[in-house]
């Protein structure tokens, strides 16, 4: 009962507009420094070098979303531009993730897909990967709509499906032989479209899983969760899919014994990598996800 309430309350908070502005002027506070890689593209560029060194790969996150003003959105997208060619003057090993409000889609899609061209002509240029990451319900169809746009002239970009979603099983038949990330799902949803219980949501989590890696489609396996990555490489093993087929991907900050393990083992381990100072949503969602990461919030508050 607690739980289900501070696990509201701070989903409200992720999306409370005038916290996550005001957020933006304190710098990374509560704990925020755990689990985000630093306000400025050299300091998320150092941490990515390190996480290279280690043998993990990573996925780099502009922080910002919700944008409501072209002004914000062209700021924006020359923030993605300039991380792309960041990655490639610095010789990491990252892709990039974005995401599509931020790019302006709720000012109009045209524009946001304008912006979202423009990244894709750097990525194009370095070599590289634009992963559109899943908003909330409300933004699901048209982030769908918008990659099949893309895809039909870019053959770098993928997006990620959500398994607490109805829908999931389906969008990932139609959007076979595109790479997916395949998550749980980060929103709070109703129950008109979602699944509310965590049994539903992991049993179609392994379900959409096993759906995409079966049609050969490669595969993003983003979770924190132990039970799901030991069945899933189970089933590779059971079904002869080899390890170039997919990766594991984790937050930064998030079980970094298990994912330095993975890379032991022989799997590709990707990690989540954001930054930036429109922080606050993020945090508050990665802090609704597990009460336990409220303890380091809370020492944080203190000790900034
Ligand atoms: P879940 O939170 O269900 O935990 C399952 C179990 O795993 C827990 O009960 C616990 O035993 C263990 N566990 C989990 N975290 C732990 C920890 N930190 N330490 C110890 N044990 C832990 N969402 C979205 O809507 N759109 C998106 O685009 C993305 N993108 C994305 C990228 C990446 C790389 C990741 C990892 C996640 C996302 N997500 C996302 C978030 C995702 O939807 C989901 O909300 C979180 O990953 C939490 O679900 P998990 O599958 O990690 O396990």
Redesign the pocket.
């Known amino acids: 009962m607690l739980a289900e309430i501070s696990k509201n309350t701070f989903l409200y908070a992720s999306q409370n507009k005038a916290l996550n502005k005001a957020a933006k002027k304190w710098g990374l506070r509560f704990g925020a420094s755990h689990v985000v890689a630093g306000m400025t593209i050299e300091s998320a560029i150092k941490k990515v070098k390190h996480l290279n060194e280690k043998g993990l790969v990573c996925t780099l996150d502009h922080l910002g979303e919700f944008v409501s003003s072209k002004e914000e959105a062209l700021e924006a997208t020359d923030y993605n531009v300039k991380t792309l060619e960041s990655i490639a003057r610095a010789g990491v090993n990252s892709n990039l993730s974005v995401k599509m409000t931020q790019l302006g889609l709720d000012i109009s899609r045209d524009f946001c897909v304008a912006n979202m061209r423009k990244i894709l002509d750097t990525a194009k240029k370095t070599n590289n990967f634009v992963r559109i990451?899943?908003?909330d319900y409300s933004h699901c169809q048209i982030t769908l709509d918008i990659l099949k746009e893309l895809r039909e002239t870019y053959d770098n970009v993928g997006t990620?499906i959500?398994s607490y979603l109805y829908r999931a099983e389906q969008d990932v038949k139609d959007l076979n032989g595109i790479p997916l990330?395949l998550?749980?799902?980060?929103?709070k949803e109703s129950p008109d479209v979602a699944y509310q219980d965590?049994k539903d949501i992991d049993e179609n989590y392994l379900r959409i899983i096993k759906e995409h890696l079966l049609s050969g489609s490669y595969t993003a396996i983003?979770?924190?969760?132990?039970?799901?990555i030991a069945k899933v490489k189970e089933f590779a093993k059971d079904q002869n899919i080899p390890n170039n087929q997919f990766e594991f991907?984790?937050?930064y900050g998030?079980?970094t014994d298990m994912q330095l393990n993975l890379v032991r083992e022989g799997y590709k381990m990707?990690v989540?990598v954001p930054f930036g100072d429109d922080w606050f949503g993020y945090f508050m969602r990665r802090l609704a996800?597990?009460p336990?990461n409220v303890a380091f919030a809370l020492k944080g508050l203190f000790s900034k």
Do not use: C, P, T, W
């Open positions: 990451d899943m908003e990620v959500q990330r998550v749980k799902g980060a929103y965590k983003a979770s924190h969760d132990h039970n799901i991907q984790m937050l998030f079980r990707r989540y996800e597990r336990q």
